[in-house]
C-alpha cells in the first residue's frame, strides 16, 4: 500500500471511528433521557387565537420574569404580520416543540432531546455552543446566552435542571420549553396563565383538550376540523404549537 493510499486509509479509520463515538454519544444520552423522562403518559400541546391576541406582551414579559431570561431574549417572540388586505396582526411564537426537530439531528452532543411527552429540552451539562441547533431551527426560537458565568457553583448545579434552568451560563443556547417544571402540578405555561386575552391555551392531545387562563377549554379535534393550523408545517417539522385563524373583517 502506497503512502499516500495508507495516509486516505487512517483518515477513512479515523472518521469512522469518530463517528461510532458519536453514534454512541447520542445513543447513551437517548437513554438517560429515557430514564429521567418525567414526561410519560402525557403528549402536550398549545393552542394560540390569532383573533384574541391583541400584541401586548403581557406573555414574553411573564416568561422573563419566571425564567430570569437573559436580556436581549425572548422566548416568545411577537411578529406583527399583514394579511393578504393589508391589515397587521399580532403572532406570538413559542418554540413549536417539533415532533420531527431539526435541532435534535443536528446536535453532534445530544445536548438537545425531545421527551415523551413531545417538549424539547437543551441539557446545558452537554451542551458545547455550536450554535448548530440554532442554525437548522426554523423558527428563529433558539437563543445563545452571550453573558453571565461559564460554569455553576457546585451548589447551582445540584439544583439545575434543562426543564426549569433559571441559572444560565454564557456560551449556551437556551429557549422556551413550554414550564414542564409545572406541568406535575397541574399548573399551565407562566405565558398561558398570564395572557389577558385568553388567546393561549394548552392542553394533552391524549385527552383532545386545550385550557386557557380563564378556564376555557376546548376540543383540539374540533379547532382542527375548523381549520386551525401550524406554521410552517410544510417543511415537515411536525409543530406542536396550533394557531386559530383569523376570522375575515366584517
Not at 454564557?170 to 417544571?181: D, L
Amino acid at each position: 500500500m502506497g503512502r499516500r493510499r495508507f495516509v486516505q486509509f487512517s483518515m477513512t479509520a479515523a472518521a469512522g471511528a469518530a463517528s461510532a463515538a458519536f453514534v454512541g454519544r447520542v445513543t447513551m444520552r437517548a437513554i438517560e433521557t429515557l430514564n429521567m423522562d418525567s414526561g410519560a403518559d402525557r403528549d402536550w400541546v398549545m393552542v394560540i387565537d390569532l383573533n384574541r391576541c391583541d400584541g401586548c406582551g403581557d406573555c414574553v414579559q411573564a416568561c422573563q420574569q419566571l425564567h430570569n431570561v437573559p436580556e436581549g431574549q425572548e422566548w416568545i417572540k411577537i411578529y406583527e404580520m399583514v394579511d393578504k388586505e393589508g391589515n397587521t396582526y399580532s403572532f406570538p411564537r413559542p418554540c413549536m416543540q417539533c415532533d420531527n426537530p431539526p435541532c435534535v439531528f443536528v446536535c453532534p452532543v445530544g445536548a438537545t432531546y425531545a421527551r415523551s411527552d413531545g417538549v424539547v429540552l437543551i441539557d446545558q451539562n452537554i451542551c458545547i455552543g455550536c450554535r448548530y441547533c440554532m442554525a437548522a431551527c426554523p423558527y428563529a426560537a433558539r437563543y445563545f446566552n452571550w453573558s453571565g458565568r461559564p460554569e455553576l457553583t457546585p451548589s447551582e448545579q445540584a439544583v439545575y435542571s434543562p426543564e426549569n434552568p433559571v441559572l444560565h451560563r454564557r456560551g449556551m443556547v437556551e429557549k422556551c420549553m413550554f414550564c414542564v417544571h409545572r406541568t406535575p402540578d397541574g399548573r399551565l405555561p407562566e405565558c398561558v396563565a398570564t395572557c389577558p386575552k385568553g388567546a393561549m391555551y394548552f392542553g394533552d392531545r391524549r385527552e383532545d383538550a386545550v385550557t386557557n387562563a380563564a378556564g376555557e377549554t376546548l376540543l383540539l379535534s374540533s379547532l382542527l376540523r375548523e381549520g386551525a393550523f401550524r406554521w410552517k408545517e410544510e417543511l415537515g417539522t411536525e409543530p406542536r404549537v396550533y394557531y386559530i385563524p383569523r376570522r375575515e373583517s366584517a
